[in-house]
């Protein structure tokens, strides 16, 4: 008996999806639950895995097919059934050497050549009779020159060359949306400046403690500016609020997306419910948000929603930068490096360790008043963190 592969249901926001990378040929002894094809959406790749132990008989989508909710995707046999005959060219082989053998790749290493467009002949495999690793393809990325299968590199007249590479599903929709951002908002962007050495000393000062007590997870600074945000986003309803149409919806909740930049492009998972967090709990979700977003493994019910978004720009030495609005959202707040500024406080230059702060916002929904007093509340939340203990 044959049991189809059937691509995942898909929420409404995302139509359909691509094909992006078969991890098993026909004719391959599969197990239940192994991992069998990725597919790529607007915004997450979704593992399929094989519904029975058996034989992938047949695959019906290849790489780059067009795929929706539901849809057949391959087929399965079961073990117990007689198995078909090998064919003698998979639908989807892997690249092959100059001698005409199959090249031997793991589906890690599988994965990063798709996602890299690498051409697997040009990786030296130092697995068991040539098979190429993981490891073979980063230290391939690392290499000076790197060739790709599916770009198109073109000399022009005196030599030098341009490479011409398809743009990834995801890094496209995240280029769609950020253009929608500012053609259909009047973005305005206001500065302000926080010192943030109470936070750094609060840190130094508790941090072994902080990771011994909640099970190795460590006191970073995101958790003190999700939990600032909360006490402003309260103060300042319009700030938490979006853009219907012609409505303006205001949240009874504080939904937090925290932007994360992934391999193939930035994406935005939420912090649901997080006025109900503790900063271990805040730290501890941003940190595997990290860890899925670097693997590829974030579902699209984590990206889904949000009403207010974080940016942190200083993990990559941004001093200062205006970030763009994520829609239906009306602001977003960017933090930078923290950087030590000679400062002049009662009257004396002292050295502090210093952050700009940048909000974004949609004046059609936000006055600049709004704005303002919503940027100077979370400086003074963490220039005396013990307003947020206190909500003062």
Do not use: C
Not at 35 to 40: A, H, K, M, S, Y
Not at 309 to 332: D, E, H, M, R
Request: charged share 25%; glycine share 8%.
């Amino acid at each position: 008996m044959t049991v189809e592969i059937k691509a995942p249901t898909l929420p409404e926001s995302v139509p359909d999806g691509i094909i992006a990378t078969w991890y098993k040929n026909i004719g391959d002894s599969v197990s239940r639950d192994e991992l069998l094809v990725d597919i790529e959406t607007d915004k997450v790749v979704i593992e399929v895995v094989s519904p029975i132990d058996g034989i992938l008989q047949e695959i019906i989508k290849n790489a780059g097919d067009t795929i929706i909710s539901n849809e057949a995707i391959g087929g399965v046999q079961e073990r117990a059934s007689s198995a078909p005959s090998i064919p003698d060219k998979p639908a989807n082989s892997e690249p092959s050497d100059s001698a005409g053998n199959e090249a031997i790749v793991s589906p890690a290493a599988k994965k990063l050549i798709e996602e890299n467009s690498i051409n697997a002949d040009s990786i030296n495999g130092s697995g068991k009779d040539g098979r190429i690793t993981k490891e073979d393809v980063m230290n391939h990325l690392s290499s000076p020159v790197v060739n790709s299968a599916s770009a198109s590199s073109t000399p022009s007249a005196d030599g030098r060359i341009a490479e011409r590479v398809p743009m990834s599903r995801l890094r496209a929709t995240v280029a769609k949306r950020l253009l929608q951002a500012t053609q259909t908002t009047a973005t305005l962007t206001t500065f302000n400046e926080v010192n943030m050495q109470p936070v750094i000393d609060i840190r130094n000062k508790y941090k072994e403690e902080f990771e011994k007590t909640h099970d190795g997870v460590r006191l970073g600074f995101m958790s003190f500016f999700v939990r600032a945000s909360i006490e402003a986003l309260k103060r300042f309803p319009a700030v938490n609020a979006s853009l219907d149409g012609s409505d303006i919806v205001y949240h009874g909740y504080q939904d937090i997306g925290v932007a994360v930049g992934g391999p193939k492009g930035l994406v935005v998972p939420v912090l649901r419910n997080a006025d109900n967090m503790g900063l271990a709990q805040i730290e501890q979700e941003i940190r595997e948000f990290g860890e899925k977003a670097r693997d590829g493994k974030l579902s699209i019910e984590e990206m889904t929603g949000g009403t207010f978004t974080i940016s942190n720009g200083g993990v990559f030495g941004s001093l200062l930068s205006t970030p763009i609005l994520n829609p239906p959202q009306t602001a977003v707040l960017g933090m930078h490096k923290i950087q030590e500024r000679p400062m002049v406080v009662d009257g004396e230059v002292t050295v502090l360790s210093m952050m700009y702060l940048a909000l974004s916002y949609d004046h059609q929904v936000i006055d600049g008043k709004e704005a303002v007093q919503f940027l100077v509340t979370i400086k003074e939340l963490l220039e005396d963190p013990t307003r947020l203990i206190l909500e003062i």
